[in-house]
């Protein structure tokens, strides 16, 4: 189904909150685990808003997507400061999809009530598991029964497009553990789910704790079999497998990430942000102190690279690959048709592992297909 939800063209605001009140073992984020510059930090990225004003074409954004480093950290008075410079920039349609990520601790009335109040119509609960144990071995601030909570009181005060965040992967997690946590998803009212597979990023606490050999992650073939197992499960349920580590049901897809994976073009404000403008990407220094003293003094402290029609066929190629609508071949070809022969040669090994399937004008990567699709893009790059 290639349907008018994501068909259409779209352009997103995404504003960065760099602050978390620790550092979860295995994030790789940029966020600092301190709260001494918060009030600078907004002052700025408001004076960012009125550097970049036209950034995107005619000051008009389908999709607004708080997130972190921790936004739920953020007071009532600060989202509405910052929401509200964002529409008087910007135009934000009624039907403009606003996501915030929330941290399950921070799920109070008083926040969802300014959450509401403010626009926001998605909430993105990082939950990463319901398992207290694991939580602790991974420094989360939450408790499974808290996450639990967060859920229902999110759809109580009337969000009506809630999701979680899960990782599979996680340190002593086994089959079991997997089913418990499946079983608590079923229960709980949600309609997305993002699964990531634990990943050992640069910077995070499990990174030097590999590095000084004492941590390592999960065998590649159990990380399958849970990935699988939890693909299977939750389409049991009801929802979609609609992109390599998304699921949503009543077609509740991010619309936000999917205008990503589509291209579209998008702002990135704040420390870290990327922005993307059709023919260019950007991203802001990756630093709090760099980020807040120049603008204090006027400029934007980011670098920026041109995307060369090379650039543009592979992004093409990997962020459609990732979604359940996979790529629309006929038009690759007809647009880069030198480069498509190259890649379309490949293709029938991996129709015959099982990896990808055709259907009509499309390719799209099957489950067995993501597992390996850093394998199949680094082969279909040209
Ligand atoms: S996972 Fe979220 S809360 Fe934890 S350190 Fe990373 S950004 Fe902060």
Redesign the pocket.
Known sequence: MYNEIIDRAMAGIYVHIPF?RS??YY?G?Y?VASFGLKESYIAALCREMELRANYLPERRADTLYFG???PSCLSEGEVEVIVGNIREIWDLPDDAECTIEV?PEDVTPDKLACWKNVGFNRLSI?VQSFDDEVLKRINRRHSACQAMEAVEAARKAGFDNVGVDLIIGLPGVGQKDLEREMEIVNQLDISHISVYILSIDSNSVFEKLTQQGKFSPQEDDVLADHYLFVSDYLKSIGFEHYEISNFAKDLKYSRHNTAYWRQQPYLGLGAAAHSFDGESRQWNVAHLKKYIEHLAAGSLDFEREILTDRDKYNEYLMTNLRTMWGIGWRWLSERYPDWWKLSERRLPAYEAEGWMSREGGRIRLTERGWLVSDRIFSELFV
């Open positions: 978390c550092k979860c994030c984020f966020s972190g480093g921790t941290n990082g």
